[in-house]
C-alpha cells in the first residue's frame, strides 16, 4: 500500500468512498475540500489517499488550527474513511499515523477530531489509535 497526496483524479473515487460509507453522496464537498487542501499551508494541510495496487482505497484530511476555541495549536482530523469492503487491513491506521506525523514535523502535540456520539465503529477506530474523550464538549442548536 502507498499513501500519497490526494490529485485531481482521485476525487471521484474519494467521493465514492464517502458515499458507500455512510449513504449520502456529496461529490461538491469533496471537490471544494480538495481545492481548498491543495492550496498554500504546505505542511500544515493534508489530503492524503490510500492506494492499494493502483486503486484508491482511502483517505484522510487534516490540518493544524492555532487557538480555536483557547486551544493551543494541535491537528484536527476532519476525515478518515477506508472503502467498507477492505475496512480491516491497518489502511485507517496508516493513514492516521502518516498524517500524525505531518502534524508533529508542523510543531504540534496533540491530534483531535471530532465523532458523533453513535457512531461505535468510528469511536473504536480512534479509541484504538490512542484518541480519548478531550477537555471540549460540542454543543449545537437547530436553526430551523
Known amino acids: 500500500m502507498q499513501i500519497r497526496p490526494a490529485v485531481a483524479p482521485d476525487v471521484a473515487r474519494v467521493a465514492a468512498i464517502d458515499?458507500?460509507?455512510?449513504?449520502?453522496?456529496?461529490?461538491?464537498y469533496w471537490q471544494s475540500l480538495f481545492e481548498n487542501f491543495s492550496q498554500a499551508r504546505a505542511g500544515c494541510r493534508a489530503f492524503l489517499i490510500a492506494e492499494l495496487k493502483g486503486e484508491v482505497v482511502g483517505?484522510?484530511?487534516?490540518?493544524?488550527?492555532?487557538?480555536?476555541?483557547?486551544?493551543?495549536?494541535?491537528?484536527?482530523v476532519f476525515a478518515l474513511t477506508v472503502d467498507p469492503a477492505i475496512r480491516v487491513n491497518?489502511?485507517?491506521?496508516?493513514l492516521f499515523e502518516e498524517?500524525?506525523?505531518?502534524?508533529?514535523?508542523?510543531?504540534?502535540?496533540?491530534?483531535?477530531?471530532?465523532?458523533?456520539?453513535?457512531?461505535?465503529?468510528?469511536?473504536?477506530?480512534?479509541?484504538?489509535?490512542?484518541?480519548?474523550?478531550?477537555?471540549?464538549?460540542?454543543?449545537e442548536k437547530n436553526l430551523d
Open 90 to 94: 491497518s489502511i485507517g491506521t496508516q
Open 19 to 28: 458515499e458507500a460509507a455512510t449513504g449520502e453522496a456529496k461529490p461538491r
Open 59 to 76: 483517505f484522510i484530511c487534516g490540518e493544524v488550527r492555532d487557538f480555536e476555541f483557547g486551544a493551543e495549536s494541535c491537528g484536527w
Open 99 to 139: 498524517i500524525c506525523q505531518i502534524f508533529t514535523q508542523a510543531g504540534v502535540r496533540k491530534v483531535r477530531t471530532m465523532i458523533e456520539h453513535d457512531n461505535q465503529l468510528v469511536m473504536a477506530f480512534f479509541r484504538s489509535q490512542g484518541l480519548m474523550v478531550g477537555r471540549f464538549i460540542g454543543m
